[in-house]
């Protein structure tokens, strides 16, 4: 299967909120992170990032979100349109690890998913307004 | 073939041959993206409608045939929104021509779209001083306001916004009066929120006049430093923790507000930079000014630039909110012929007002209350020009505090007189209003 970051961005994002929306905070906040990675990576492609043939990031881009929130950074700062889509600059994925997939469920409350979510909802506004623009 | 120009009328042609279904899924918003190309933006409830989806398609397929390169694939062309309210957050929507409940957004490169125009400000008068060409004797004339202000008691707070060519506060202040920085250096500290690192060091007294104060805050400092790298980050919007986004006309905003606030002056003037430009753009639409001043030499470049602007300000449907704060200035009337020139100046300028600013009055007919419309010969109406002579001492002048300095008032009336009358008029109403 090739990687379209694009659908699956809005995939992860809508399971998100319907699992947030029902309490299921750990896995709400595994896929807000997926959903923030696969958005910020689309918006890596406009703003210049190469990919492999089959469509997966090279090098250090192949990172999850609690690193790519920074290289994402760099991509915009190199391309003229990025001026308009800056994110915050603390990285609120700082401790979000895919790794957690394997912690224990009580270790997710409201406090440090909601963070994730507001970011995550926060690339999906860029996304939104790069479609507009014609970036995407 | 389609080009840019054609693309909104022929848009509009073919939403007028699906009215009814424009009608029904209204509000409509026609994006035309960075690339000039376009979609349409509908809420997302009509997505399963199959009626109304046939119609959307069918418009989809006339735009694709008829907007040539400017078009998207029928199948792309449409996007459907879910909060459909929100298209028109952070965006200016224009009508498209006179169809109701459908909007044109403009996604532009540059923040900067002429159409967004503030409110007046609530604290004191703000002078904008704009051309449409530069070397009109704008800054001369500012500085020459500034003082003029000052020696009747005023604090006047003025501002050199015109950062690409920047030069007001080097002809303002000697030398050693020159602070250490600038708007500059503000907006690029501002971004790593340090700002008030050099908010104290950016701001200079002119001596210049001895009965009022000039404070003077200049593009650049005394150094201006790395200014090209520093003034290549001045447009940059600005992203809060919470992912708030302040955009660089806004943070602009607070500054000059900060600066209000510290300093407490009864005037503000900004020297704006000249011509269709990113920060003429805020310095006249986003600022909030009260008065913008549009300096003028008769000539066809004149005209025409100015009237790309109203035109604007027309087809954007903001003309009423902006119409009432210019005043058209005559920016260097010459010595021999002067009252000829003047008046073709005058001649030519309400050309331009009445036929892209002025309210229609049919032929006989005398304006009445609510028209905003005026006869070429009414002194007082925004086309009569407030006139500058031109005068050799104060041309290609390269130092205003050298020839100011010491100046006799007598001279500075004859040749700016018009201007600070008007300007003097400006600030007492404000100042009438505000007790």
Not at chain 1, 85 to 110: I, T
Not at chain 2, 44 to 66: C, G, H, K, S, V
């Amino acid at each position: 299967m090739t990687s379209d970051f694009l659908n699956a961005h809005h995939r992860h994002l809508r399971d998100a909120d319907y699992l947030f929306s029902a309490l299921h905070l750990a896995n709400a906040d595994h896929l807000y992170g997926m959903a923030a990675e696969c958005g910020l990576k689309r918006l890596m492609v406009a703003f210049g990032m190469t990919l492999e043939s089959d469509g997966t990031p090279k090098g250090k881009d192949k990172a999850h979100v609690d690193k790519v929130w920074t290289r994402y950074e760099t991509y915009r700062s190199g391309h003229v349109q990025g001026v308009q889509y800056g994110l915050p600059p603390s990285n609120p994925f700082d401790d979000w690890k895919a790794e957690q997939r394997y912690a224990q469920e009580q270790s997710f409350d409201h406090a440090r998913v909601e963070p994730h979510r507001t970011a995550a909802h926060a690339v999906h506004a860029l996304m939104k307004n790069a479609e507009r623009a014609g970036l995407v | 073939m389609t080009t840019f120009d054609n693309i909104l009328p022929k848009v509009a042609e073919i939403f007028r041959l699906h009215i009814a279904v424009i009608k029904r899924v209204a509000p409509v918003y026609v994006n035309r993206d960075l690339n000039s190309r376009v979609r349409l933006i509908v809420a997302e409830q009509w997505e399963q409608d199959l009626q109304a989806r046939t119609a959307l398609d069918a418009i989809a397929q006339a735009m694709f045939e008829q907007l040539g390169a400017h078009a998207f694939p029928p199948s792309q062309a449409v996007l459907f929104e879910a909060n459909i309210e929100s298209v028109k957050h952070g965006s200016f929507a224009a009508p498209l021509l006179d169809l109701e409940h459908v909007w044109v957004i403009d996604r532009l490169a540059i923040e900067g779209n002429w159409a967004t125009i503030s409110p007046i400000s609530t604290g004191v008068p703000r002078i904008v001083f704009f051309s449409i060409k530069g070397g009109v004797g704008r800054s001369t004339a500012m500085a020459a306001a500034a003082w003029s202000l000052a020696q009747s008691g005023k604090r006047v707070l003025v501002l050199d916004l015109d950062l690409e060519s920047p030069g007001l506060s080097s002809s303002l202040l000697p030398k050693d009066r020159r602070p250490t920085y600038g708007i500059t250096d503000w907006l690029a500290e501002d971004l790593v929120n340090n700002g008030d690192a050099v908010l104290e060091y950016m701001i200079a007294t002119s001596t210049l006049s001895h009965d009022g104060d000039i404070y003077v805050v200049p593009a650049h400092g005394v150094n201006p430093g790395e200014y090209v790298s520093k003034l290549g980050r001045a447009w940059m919007p600005k992203v809060a923790a919470d992912g708030r986004r302040e955009s660089w006309t806004q943070r602009l905003q607070r500054l000059l507000n900060t600066l209000e606030e510290k300093l407490k002056p009864d005037v503000i003037l900004i020297d704006s930079r000249a011509g269709i430009d990113e920060i003429a753009s805020a310095c006249v639409t986003d600022l909030g000014a009260t008065l913008v001043l549009l300096f003028a030499i008769d000539g066809e470049q004149t005209w025409s630039g100015y009237r790309i602007l109203f035109q604007h300000w027309r087809t954007t449907d903001v003309v009423r909110e902006i119409r009432e704060r210019l005043q058209l200035v005559g920016a260097v009337v010459p010595e021999l012929g002067g009252a000829e020139y003047f008046s073709a100046l005058r001649e030519g300028a309400w050309t331009l007002f009445s036929e892209e600013l002025y309210d229609e009055v049919a032929p006989g007919q005398v304006a009445s209350d609510g028209v905003w419309s005026f006869d070429e010969s009414e002194e007082g109406a925004p086309h009569s020009p407030w006139s500058i002579r031109w005068h050799r001492s104060f041309a290609a002048l390269r130092a205003i505090h050298t020839r100011l300095d010491g100046i006799d008032a007598q001279e500075v009336t004859n040749i700016f007189g018009d201007l600070i009358a008007g300007i003097t008029r400006t600030v007492e109403t404000e100042d009438a209003q505000d007790d």
